[in-house]
Nanobody, 124 residues
Framework: QVQLVESGGGLVQAGGSLRLSCAAS????????MGWFRQAPGKEREFVAT????????YYAVSVKGRFTISRDNAKNSVYLQMNSLKPEDTAVYYC?????????????????WGQGTEVTVSS
């Protein structure tokens, strides 16, 4: 069982930055690929970024590539999402997710555990 707790959301102006954090419980953090997803009001949950368990390989949605950076600190059982050059369309609840297995994955169904979400609002 893995518990995930996100933090770092908030209100920011367009062009600004935020750093989301996700703390994971458990002693086998490196056996999980981690991901960030987001869900805007009235829309489906969508993939943002993923990072592999041990080699740190990363993949991004086209909409955030070049602006967002996912990273992990296995010693701290944590994963991060640095968000720069934020746009109003980035407004959503952001969720951290963990999927058993080394390789990053893009689909909601590929993850076994989810956090409660942290809200990000970008004003124009």
């Amino acid at each position: 069982q893995v518990q995930l707790v996100e933090s770092g959301g908030g209100l920011v102006q367009a062009g600004g930055s935020l750093r989301l954090s996700c703390a994971a419980s458990g002693r086998t953090f490196t056996t999980y690929a981690m991901g960030w997803f987001r869900q805007a009001p009235g829309k489906e949950r969508e993939f943002v970024a993923t990072i592999s368990g041990s080699d740190g390989g990363t993949y991004y949605a086209v909409s955030v590539k070049g602006r967002f950076t996912i990273s992990r600190d296995n010693a701290k059982n944590s994963v991060y999402l640095q968000m720069n050059s934020l746009k109003p369309e980035d407004t959503a609840v952001y969720y951290c997710a963990a999927g058993l297995g080394q390789f990053g994955r893009f689909s909601v169904s590929g993850y076994d555990y989810w956090g409660q979400g942290t809200e990000v609002t970008v004003s124009s």
